[in-house]
């Protein structure tokens, strides 16, 4: 069966969860990106296995989603940075590119933004806070469900429902 790739980018909001949730997956990778690396820090999260980090220009880990090693890849927490770059095509970090890479290959991707709602209660560095995502925010996370392959969901537990639904992954 072919395994799940987990993109973690720089977001506090549903970053623990998201841990949580692919610590309880058989066969999967974990990808966190630069700022994902440093808001784990800020956090003092570790992730329940050794991250994939590739700081290469290229993304030269991307080849192998086109061979068929990853057969679905998740991105949780996504940030509004990232969502907007997949929005608009743009492919200048490890999960921005692993992302397009995906829509290429054909390899269904579900993303969790972190901005879907009009307010967001977050964690922030020291202490909850009140998030109000903006209007681009959240037009960038609804252009993302027109995209052939791709899944927007808005919590872990729609998340983890999707993932059990993939082909070969059924619970
Ligand atoms: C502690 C901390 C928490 C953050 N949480 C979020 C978040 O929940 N959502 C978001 O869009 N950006 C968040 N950011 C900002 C992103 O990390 C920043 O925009 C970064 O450039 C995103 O890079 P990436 O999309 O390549 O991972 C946070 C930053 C810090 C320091």
């Not at 990808?31 to 980090?53: H, K, R």
């Not at 993304?59 to 057969?71: I, L, N, Q, V």
């Not at 829509?103 to 109000?132: C, F, H, N, Q």
Request: include cysteine; aromatic fraction near 8%.
């Amino acid at each position: 069966m072919a395994k799940i790739a987990w993109g973690i980018t720089g977001g506090g909001h549903l970053l623990k969860e998201s841990l949580d949730a692919f610590g309880g997956l058989e066969n999967a990778d974990l990808f966190v990106s630069a700022a994902g690396m440093e808001v784990l820090d800020v956090y003092s999260l570790e992730p329940p296995v050794t991250p994939i980090t590739d700081s290469t220009f290229s993304t030269k880990t991307c080849a192998a989603f086109a061979s068929g090693r990853y057969g679905l890849f998740v991105i949780s927490p996504a940030t509004s940075n990232s969502v907007a770059k997949f929005a608009y095509g743009i492919s200048d970090t490890m999960i921005t590119t692993l992302f397009s890479q995906c829509g290429k290959s054909r390899v269904p991707t579900i993303v969790l933004p972190t901005d879907m709602e009009e307010t967001v209660m977050s964690m922030g560095a020291t202490k909850p806070l009140k998030i109000y995502p903006r209007p681009v925010d959240l037009e960038n996370a609804e252009k993302l469900k027109s995209f052939p392959g791709v899944s927007v969901v808005r919590t872990i537990e729609e998340l983890l429902k999707k993932i059990s639904e993939t082909p070969g992954r059924g619970v």
